[in-house]
Structures are given as C-alpha cells and as structure tokens.
C-alpha cells in the first residue's frame, strides 16, 4: 500500500505495515507546536526521525532528536513531545498501535 492510501490516525500519523506483532507508521511533515500532554501506552516504540526536530520527554529524560536519530519508548512508560521543526519521522509499535485511538 502507498503512503497515500494508508489509513491515517487522530494525531496524523499514517499506518502503514502491520502484522499480529508489530506495526509501522509515519508521522509526515508534523508541523511545530504545544508539547502534548504525557500519556503512557500499552505498546512499546521505537521510531527514527527522517527530517526535522522533535523533543522527547520519557520518565525524567528529555531527548532533542533531529535527523538520523532514534528513540525507544517502553510499554508502559510517561512520555510527551513537542515538534520543533517540521518532522517526518516512521516508528514501530510492538504490539501494533490501534489504528484509531
């Protein structure tokens, strides 16, 4: 399925592979913004950021990542973000993330 017809969630996010396990989903040109509220998934998540900036808040830790870098965010764990500069960026969800919310 192309990136255009991949169903696309309440944050913007497309998704784009998935099987019982683990699904794949891009954030395309996220525009910047507030910092989101934290929240904690019952999914783990390890994405790269394509293009842009975003920093991310786990637990205590805050991150800047721009392009060529990863992040992880365990199951269970607080986190927030707050795009700085457009990003693009794809991530994995284990398991898969719904794909409405």
Do not use: C, I, N
């Not at 497309?14 to 989101?36: I, K, S």
Request: net charge negative.
């Amino acid at each position: 399925m192309s990136k255009d017809e991949a169903p696309t969630g309440p944050m913007g996010q497309r998704f784009l592979a998935g099987t019982d396990t683990v699904a794949l989903r891009l954030w395309d040109a996220r525009q910047p913004g507030e910092a989101e509220p934290p929240v904690a998934r019952d999914y783990e998540t390890v994405g790269y950021v394509v293009s842009g900036r975003v920093e991310l808040t786990v637990g205590t830790s805050v991150l800047d990542l721009g392009p060529g870098d990863s992040w992880t965010v365990p199951r269970g764990a607080e986190h927030s973000y707050r795009v700085v500069e457009a990003l693009t960026a794809v991530e994995a969800t284990s398991p898969p993330a719904p794909t409405r919310l």
